[in-house]
């Protein structure tokens, strides 16, 4: 099973910062990751998938990178409504994993 | 547009047995791979299972739930479904199906609602 390991596990900045995120994999996955947001309550939704692809109605300030075990997730100019837990996910090995999450919060 | 509606969640006691479904509108249900992930009370996502598009002929479960757990489809309906069996305190979360990325294999573009199963005596 591949691991994923997201850092940090918690950052908090301020509107109008730049946010990092990273995820690393334990076994190569290539460009085979997705990013996902989940806000309070809610179900998640898909940022990023293959690495770098912003899904559909997803702000260009969300951009992916990365390939084979190292992948970040960049929030260009972070908004109030960024303010959310962060998932990285790999498709290239069953099972599926997730990481265990990154929650990000605006001050 | 995609909807997908949950229903099947509640209180079971271990070693009991529950049935999830996931009512899918808005796409061509038959023509998509689905997948069920969950979420225990104050944690991170975990990955289920999932199940190919068409007849579903190919399943795939995390370890947690093989032998234990059974994901299946109804295309004449619509529905995906999710069977637990033997049912354990751990099993406890949040329970969501999810429809599978077209074109672009195992990303989850689109979600339900999610419904809680809570395992307790």
């Known amino acids: 099973e591949i691991v994923l390991t997201q850092s940090p596990v918690t950052q908090s900045l301020s509107p109008g910062d730049r946010a990092t995120l990273s995820c690393r994999a334990s076994?190569?996955?290539?460009?085979?990751l997705a990013w996902y947001q989940q806000k309070p309550g809610q179900a998640p939704r898909l940022l990023i998938y293959?690495?770098?692809m912003r899904a559909t109605g997803i702000p260009a300030r969300f951009s992916g990178s990365g390939s084979g075990t190292d992948f970040t997730l960049t929030i260009s100019s972070l908004e109030p409504e960024d303010s959310a837990v962060y998932y990285c996910?790999?498709?290239?090995?069953?099972?599926?994993?997730f990481g265990q999450g990154a929650k990000l919060e605006i001050k | 547009e995609v909807q997908l509606l949950q229903s099947g969640g509640g209180l079971v006691q271990p070693g009991g047995s529950l049935r999830l479904s996931c009512a899918a509108s808005?796409?061509?249900?038959?023509?998509?791979?689905m997948s069920w992930v969950r979420q225990a009370p104050g944690k991170g996502l975990e990955w289920v299972s999932a199940?190919?598009?068409?007849?579903?002929?190919?399943?795939y479960y995390a370890g947690s739930a093989k032998g234990r757990f059974t994901v299946s489809r109804d295309n004449s309906k619509n529905t995906l479904f999710l069977e637990m069996s033997s049912l354990r305190d751990e099993d406890t979360a949040v329970y969501y199906c999810?429809?599978?990325?077209?074109?672009?294999?195992?990303?989850?573009?689109?979600w339900g609602q999610g419904t809680l199963v809570t395992v307790s005596s």
């Open positions: 293959d690495a770098s």
């Open positions: 076994q190569y996955v290539s460009s085979n």
């Open positions: 999810a429809k599978w990325m077209e074109g672009h294999g195992d990303y989850l573009d689109h």
């Open positions: 808005g796409f061509s249900f038959s023509n998509y791979a």
């Open positions: 996910q790999q498709r290239s090995i069953w099972p599926r994993t």
């Open positions: 199940i190919s598009g068409g007849s579903g002929g190919s399943t």
